[in-house]
């Protein structure tokens, strides 16, 4: 069995702020949605990270009443709350195709609606690419298609968080000045935020390998974007070297970054709040990598 997350802080005297480790990974609703909590829960986890239908495709998929009631009910069994949706994919908000953008608004919008429903605190999405239009309108798309989904959905809606993006092709929020430009132009600032991906920053030239570079790099965040931004953290080891705009991720402690900045980040006192969710390569042969990877996250954790 996996240790209490309570008791990975427990002994540590004089912390008051920081009594549960926010610790999850993404999980598959390939049983059902409820299945994933109830998933997570057997990792020790009390964060986690799904897909809130079929990620590779356009067609949508309302939760009925059943699935609703079945979510609540093992948000209630298993204690767990936060949770992040993924959006899928293929939205790209930012493109530059007049059918394409319309699409991803809508598939945007469905996807807010959705978590809406099952009382989903976070939707993180990747902003978008520009496909050749150029970093400006590519921009002014993302803001647009942002303001007129929240401006257009009533009742409790989750807070939109954009992700960091290796900066693969055209792809937008590379670098924190973008995210922090496309969240200037929102209007409802309290509904928009930042997910944080390791992997990703890296890839898009943010170093952490080195005390010193992870003190920089959280430094040149808080300054563009604002610390108070962040509300998860996606907890990826790289494949690929640093800047290198490729994204692929590894197990922890396998990849180009390397445990030490692993270690920086759980035991950061600012990100003691801020839900870490790995997606880590899954499950090879009978090696269940999701339990590998969590718990080598939860041995870097000073007692
Ligand atoms: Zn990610």
Known sequence: MTAAPDSVHGGTAGVLANPVLLLGAHLSISEGLEEALYKAKTYGCNTLQIFTKNAATWKEKEPTEAVINGFEKAKAETGLTRIASHAAYLINVASAEKKKHRM???ALKQEMIRSSMLQIPYV?????SHMGAGEKEGIRKITEGINEILGNISGLIPRLLLETTAGQGSGLGHSFEQLAEIMAGV???ERIGVCLDTCHIFAAGYDIRTRDAYEHTVE????TIGLSRLHVIHLNDAKKGLGCRVDRHDHIGEGLIGSDAFGFIMNDPRFSMVPKIIETPKIAGAIDYDRINLDRLRNLVHS
Do not use: Q
């Not at 040149?220 to 300054?223: D, L």
């Open 124 to 128: 993180i999405l990747h902003p978008g």
């Open 104 to 106: 991803s608004i809508n």
């Open 220 to 223: 040149t965040f808080g300054t």
């Open 187 to 189: 209007k409802n600032k």
